[in-house]
């Protein structure tokens, strides 16, 4: 079945220091990604919508300068935390509709710890 | 404006108990999915069932029952007999006909089935 491989699992930076997380949907093409971000214990936010060939629409509340989205092809999304913070230490996950919406696949999701 | 209130923060069960977990929605589409989501200590999300709008139709998988009521706005998810695998936080969501595919998430209910 379809999957969507998200990279990497985990990651441990220092503050300051910008992380790219890459999702790719492995057998579909994807014109459209979620991106979501869980604090500990907490619910799945949704961040932003990542429109491949176009600019990612961003939540109220969502810095779009800090996390940056970009998605140059139908099978790839990127989200760069740029000067990270401990405050951005998050799971991080990212979502991939298959056409028509019937069924959505979530990748494993990154953690990230800023240091 | 959308909602999803999963009113159960944790729940704790012995073994073999049947459980359900609660989830009350708002939205005033009339074209919407619901759908549960199971999140295992190791983060991924283990999509469990997606229903429409238009289908009140319970349904049954194996240990697990949905009880959809449009009535209340409610989408009640049972586990029976519950074993220690299904130890996990459940997630109900919502996602509007329009949305473009994106989740509205509920705060989760920690599940522990102890043995």
């Known amino acids: 079945?379809?999957?969507v491989s998200q990279h990497p699992s985990w990651v441990i930076c220092k503050s300051g220091t910008s992380v790219k997380i890459e999702c790719r949907s492995l057998d579909f093409q994807a014109t459209t990604m979620f991106w979501y971000r869980q604090f500990p214990k907490q619910s799945l936010m949704l961040m932003a919508t990542s429109n491949e060939g176009s600019k990612a629409t961003y939540e109220q509340g969502v810095?779009?300068?800090?996390?940056?989205?970009n998605h140059a092809s139908l099978t790839l999304s990127t989200l760069t935390v740029t000067s990270a913070h401990p405050e951005d230490s998050?799971?991080?996950i990212c979502s991939a509709p298959l056409v028509g919406g019937e069924k959505l696949f979530f990748g494993s999701g990154t953690q990230?710890?800023?240091l | 404006a959308q909602k999803v209130?999963?009113?159960q923060t944790e729940?704790?069960?012995?073994?073999?108990?049947d459980v359900t977990l609660d989830c009350v929605y708002e939205t005033r589409d009339t074209t919407y999915y619901l759908f549960w989501y199971k999140q295992p200590p190791s983060g991924e999300l283990v999509f469990l069932i997606r229903r429409n709008s238009f289908d009140e139709?319970?349904?049954?998988?194996?240990?697990?029952?949905?009880?959809?009521?449009?009535s209340t706005s409610s989408?009640?998810?049972t586990i029976t007999a519950s074993q220690v695998v299904d130890s996990a936080v459940y997630f109900c969501a919502l996602m509007l006909g329009g949305s473009g595919y994106a989740l509205n998430f509920g705060k989760g209910t920690s599940l522990l089935v102890t043995p």
């Open chain 1, 1 to 3: 079945g379809a999957v």
């Open chain 1, 63 to 69: 810095e779009k300068d800090k996390f940056l989205i």
């Open chain 1, 90 to 92: 998050s799971f991080y």
């Open chain 1, 112 to 114: 990230l710890s800023v």
């Open chain 2, 5 to 7: 209130t999963q009113a």
């Open chain 2, 11 to 17: 729940i704790s069960v012995v073994e073999k108990e």
């Open chain 2, 57 to 70: 139709q319970n349904e049954i998988s194996g240990r697990y029952s949905w009880n959809f009521q449009k």
């Open chain 2, 75 to 77: 989408f009640n998810f």
